[in-house]
């Protein structure tokens, strides 16, 4: 079975930063593709990053230049460096484990204020 817990979002200021990270148990993470998705208010969920098991990642367009994600597979952790966030970056982010079925956490929230 495989558990994963988001945790460091908060409020920034617009401009700020923030590190989420999503902690994950079970046997299969060191061989799946990682990601990060977020849901706005009255939005649909949307892919933010992705990592695969071998480092290679891939990004938004919208995030592209500000957010970085990395992992590490001895630890089961995943990382999610923000910078520069602004306004529209306000979404429960979560943490996704890509198999067939996805498995989520149960997402935070990022609030950045203008």
């Known amino acids: 079975q495989v558990q994963l817990v988001e945790s460091g979002g908060g409020l920034v200021q617009a401009g700020g930063s923030l590190r989420l990270s999503c902690a994950a148990s079970?046997?299969?993470?060191?061989?799946?593709?990682m990601g990060w998705y977020r849901q706005g208010p009255g939005k649909g969920r949307e892919l933010v990053a992705t990592i695969t098991s071998g480092g290679f990642t891939d990004y938004a367009d919208s995030v592209q230049g500000r957010f970085t994600i990395s992992r590490d597979n001895s630890k089961k952790m995943v990382y999610l460096q923000m910078t520069n966030l602004k306004p529209e970056d306000t979404s429960v982010y979560y943490c996704?484990?890509?198999?067939?079925?996805?498995?989520w956490g149960q997402g935070t929230q990022v609030t950045v204020s203008s």
């Open positions: 079970g046997s299969i993470f060191s061989f799946n593709t």
């Open positions: 996704c484990l890509e198999s067939i079925p996805p498995y």
